[in-house]
């Protein structure tokens, strides 16, 4: 008999494309996909492919339970809830203790590298859930995706404009994976059937710092791009002065210092275990998105 699989944000950029490749590429029945998330209005192209649909509110855990009814295989994508410390957590407690009263047979979960070390601000919310599948004692897969690429789909155009980079990274260096290849990598491991508990950190395959980032940059756009080492508070009070808001302010310069203390500076070979794949290069990466780096 073949498993439901359930992911929960559905309707959000990494749900949309694990489905995409559990159709495509792991050629899943639709029938044996549930798309779920608190608007089930926004999945209306899925449920035109066939696949359930089903509302998951993660601060409503009546729904939540009843939504992992019939579950064989839950993915539970991490929330975007930061603004309010400690919600993140919550939500995903909630989820995992209605997995467990709905009788979910295996759980699945978007996590980050380290996050027992990390110095990275929502680290403890990855690490606090992880514990939480643990203690279920559920069979699980925990797939701790690195940094990725795309984040640097938001600032690097503005930085291109002036041709500095403020970073407080100093001589760290990061993996970078794409969305798309962690998207790829989950709906390899979801489609896999295992029984057995397993936590995969997925990177890409080169690790690098500020500088050969910023000249890889360069060297995809054709624009000069000069990484500029900033202290902390530094890069936090120029944030703070370019609009965003105190916690992704504190969010950004968190990672920085993670990336300076070495805690992204990890390789493995985890995305072609699960897919049997070479991961995207970041200067593939840069080259494909050209046009949004410049505009």
């Given at each position: 008999?073949?498993?439901?699989?359930l992911?929960?944000?559905?309707?959000?950029?990494?749900?949309?494309?694990?489905?995409?490749?559990?159709?495509?590429?792991?050629?899943v029945?639709?029938a044996?996909?549930?798309?779920?998330?608190?608007?089930?209005?926004?999945?209306?192209d899925?449920?035109?492919?066939?696949?359930?649909?089903?509302?998951?509110?993660?601060?409503?855990a009546?729904?939540?339970?009843?939504?992992?009814k019939?579950?064989?295989?839950?993915?539970?994508?991490?929330?975007?809830?930061?603004?309010?410390?400690?919600?993140?957590?919550?939500?995903?407690?909630?989820?995992?203790?209605?997995?467990?009263?709905?009788?979910?047979?295996?759980?699945?979960?978007?996590?980050?590298?380290?996050?027992?070390?990390?110095?990275?601000?929502?680290?403890?919310?990855?690490?606090?859930?992880?514990?939480?599948?643990?203690?279920?004692?559920?069979p699980?897969?925990?797939?701790?995706?690195?940094?990725?690429?795309?984040?640097?789909?938001h600032?690097?155009?503005?930085?291109?404009?002036?041709?500095?980079?403020?970073?407080?990274?100093?001589?760290?260096?990061?993996?970078?994976?794409?969305?798309?290849?962690?998207?790829?990598a989950?709906?390899?491991?979801?489609a896999?059937?295992?029984?057995?508990?397993a936590?995969?950190?997925?990177?890409?395959?080169?690790?690098?710092?500020a500088?050969?980032?910023?000249?890889t940059?360069?060297?995809?756009?054709?624009?000069?791009?000069?990484?500029?080492?900033?202290?902390?508070?530094q890069?936090?009070q120029?944030?703070r002065?370019?609009?965003?808001?105190?916690?992704?302010?504190?969010?950004?310069?968190?990672?920085?210092?993670?990336?300076?203390a070495?805690?992204?500076?990890l390789?493995?070979?985890?995305?072609?275990?699960?897919?049997?794949?070479?991961?995207?290069?970041?200067?593939?990466?840069?080259?494909?998105?050209?046009?949004?780096?410049?505009?």
């Amino acid at each position: 008999m073949s498993e439901t699989i359930l992911i929960t944000g559905a309707a959000g950029q990494l749900g949309q494309r694990i489905i995409h490749h559990l159709l495509e590429t792991e050629k899943v029945p639709a029938a044996n996909i549930i798309a779920a998330t608190r608007d089930i209005a926004k999945l209306g192209d899925l449920a035109a492919k066939g696949v359930a649909t089903r509302r998951a509110d993660f601060d409503d855990a009546a729904s939540l339970e009843a939504a992992f009814k019939g579950v064989d295989r839950l993915l539970i994508i991490s929330t975007d809830a930061l603004a309010v410390p400690g919600q993140r957590l919550k939500q995903h407690k909630a989820a995992v203790d209605a997995a467990a009263k709905a009788g979910v047979k295996h759980i699945a979960y978007t996590s980050m590298p380290s996050p027992d070390k990390s110095l990275v601000t929502f680290a403890p919310d990855h690490l606090g859930t992880e514990n939480a599948i643990k203690a279920t004692g559920i069979p699980y897969t925990i797939i701790r995706n690195a940094w990725y690429m795309d984040n640097y789909l938001h600032g690097m155009p503005h930085n291109l404009q002036s041709g500095s980079w403020y970073t407080a990274t100093g001589e760290g260096k990061v993996s970078n994976i794409s969305r798309e290849d962690c998207a790829r990598a989950i709906a390899a491991a979801l489609a896999s059937k295992t029984t057995e508990s397993a936590t995969y950190t997925v990177t890409g395959a080169e690790s690098l710092n500020a500088s050969q980032i910023a000249a890889t940059v360069t060297d995809a756009t054709g624009k000069p791009l000069n990484a500029v080492s900033v202290t902390d508070e530094q890069l936090g009070q120029g944030m703070r002065g370019a609009g965003l808001p105190d916690f992704v302010a504190d969010m950004l310069v968190s990672a920085d210092a993670n990336i300076r203390a070495g805690n992204f500076d990890l390789v493995t070979d985890d995305y072609e275990k699960l897919t049997g794949r070479q991961s995207e290069t970041l200067k593939d990466f840069l080259v494909a998105h050209k046009t949004a780096l410049i505009a």
